[in-house]
């Protein structure tokens, strides 16, 4: 195997490795706020439900009782780092809407 070849397919595992990680932060961010994260995923994403890769790191969540917080800012960013925007306005939205339930329960 070439170098150049040998470097390109180590660059393709490392991105796979870091989007799975942000797969795993937004399954664990939606697990820890109550949401399904398989649900709110297909809404943004209704074409993605075959694809076996996501649909895979969605069920690696903790409970939120064994996980660690996560803060919403944290989430959002990742999904932007990851160039993920359509995701991260659908968890905008969610948190929103979490925010108004507080607030009117108060």
Known sequence: MDRA?????????NYQKDEGMMILIYAQWCVNNGLDPKT????????????????HMLEQ????????????????????????????FTLTEEIHAMEGNKNGSE
């Open 61 to 88: 969540t903790v409970t939120k009782e064994e996980a660690q917080d996560i803060p919403n800012e944290t989430v959002l960013g990742v999904l932007s780092l990851f160039g993920n925007e359509d995701l991260a």
């Open 5 to 13: 070849k040998e470097i390109s397919e180590k660059v393709i595992s």
């Open 40 to 55: 709110v995923y297909l809404k943004t994403y209704p074409d993605q439900v075959h694809n076996e890769y996501v649909m």
